[in-house]
Nanobody, 121 residues
Framework: QVQLVESGGGLVQPGGSLRLSCAAS????????MGWYRQAPGKQRELVAT???????NYADSVAGRFTISRDNAKNTVYLQMNSLKPEDTAVYFC???????????????WGQGTQVTVSS
């Protein structure tokens, strides 16, 4: 089985910064796409940012220029550096990873349990 564990959420004032981490563990041969999503109360889960194994990134327009996604392939870990946070960034943040568990197998998506980020004065 595969587990994704997020950390780094919390309460921060507008304009502040937070760094989220998500570590994948378990039966893992390879991970291709990794990403962060968020879900605010009463809203659908939305894409925040993704990163390929080779380091190509993609960001939602609402966070481009403020958030930076990165990964450490050796540690099966993805990070999200969030700067210039706004109240509208308040949400539960989930990480996602496409995981290959066998050399002859395909990639399957796994989700973390989520970490709360609250931006408020």
């Amino acid at each position: 089985q595969v587990q994704l564990v997020e950390s780094g959420g919390g309460l921060v004032q507008p304009g502040g910064s937070l760094r989220l981490s998500c570590a994948a563990s378990g039966s893992i041969v390879s991970i291709n796409l990794m990403g962060w999503y968020r879900q605010a109360p009463g809203k659908q889960r939305e894409l925040v940012a993704t990163i390929t194994r080779g380091g190509s990134t993609n960001y939602a327009d609402s966070v481009a220029g403020r958030f930076t996604i990165s990964r450490d392939n050796a540690k099966n870990t993805v990070y999200l550096q969030m700067n210039s946070l706004k109240p509208e960034d308040t949400a539960v943040y989930f990480c996602n990873a496409g995981v290959q568990q066998a050399t002859w197998g395909g990639y399957h998506p796994y989700w973390g349990q989520g970490t709360q980020v609250t931006v408020s004065s």
